[in-house]
């Protein structure tokens, strides 16, 4: 007789049925296995003399099953979160590609002219900036050309791109952490003074003399500054900036 037969005609489950033939010595490997008819006698004594409640051992089966599907929706949902951060953090990596006929605004972060140029010859192609926060539209095929031959400019605050992923392109994103943008410069003298020092100090020594340039102009050009903050930039340049506006005159 095999297994699940026997289940069958004493009415409890395959699987209390192949606990109970392990208790008892018998091997069997599954519900499928045949029992000889001393092995079914054996069993029907054991069960006369230790009767199974099964409607307890399937409440018991049940709250084993429902336990198992839950730790395996605890996995598969952490294996989820753990997916889709993964895709997140690559996605994060990836550029899309820019199109080279693409219109980028740059901007100039320094005080005074300056010229950048696809090349070094007499064909070069040359945007000129005259002024701290000057935006300039630059077709992105030259502006990858301006980038080759001029990088220094884009990588020491000279001007910034105002484009992440042309940014991210050319692997900028680490120098732009220190860069601000031309408002902030040219309206340094607006921002509290525990703001001015942590721009100040957190901006590249470009950005800061562009600040100082800046500042520098306003006294000169007897614009109002606050003596205050004018003499924190001073502390932190190093130099006096109305003794620089003097020398300026």
Not at 212 to 224: G, R
């Amino acid at each position: 007789m095999k297994v699940f037969e026997l289940a069958k005609e004493l009415g409890i489950s395959n699987k209390k049925l192949m606990s109970i033939i392990h208790e008892r010595g018998i091997e069997v490997n599954s519900h499928l296995g045949v029992l000889d008819e001393k092995q079914v006698e054996d069993i029907k004594e054991y069960l006369n003399a230790n009767p199974i409640d099964e409607d307890n051992e399937l409440l018991k089966e049940n709250k084993e099953l429902k336990e198992r599907l839950a730790k395996m929706e605890a996995m598969l949902q952490s294996l989820m979160v753990q997916q889709n951060t993964n895709t997140k953090e690559d996605n994060d990596d990836v550029v899309s590609e820019i199109p080279m006929n693409k219109t980028v605004k740059v901007m100039s972060l320094f005080s005074g002219g300056l010229n950048l140029k696809t090349s070094n010859d007499s064909n070069a192609t040359v945007f000129r900036f005259n002024f701290v926060g000057e935006t300039y539209p630059i077709i992105y095929s030259d502006l990858v050309k301006i980038i080759a031959n001029q990088r220094k400019f884009f990588k020491e605050g000279y001007c910034m791109i105002l484009d992440k992923d042309v940014v991210k392109a050319h692997y900028l994103e680490d120098d732009y952490k220190r860069f601000v943008d031309g408002k902030v410069v040219n309206n340094i003298l607006e921002y509290e003074t525990p703001k001015i020092k942590e721009i100040f100090s957190n901006v590249t020594k470009v950005i800061q003399q562009s600040i100082v340039d800046v500042v520098v102009n306003k006294i000169n050009n007897n614009e109002y500054v606050d003596k205050n903050k004018v003499a924190v930039i001073s502390e932190l340049y190093g130099h006096d900036l109305y003794k620089l506006a003097d020398k300026l005159r």
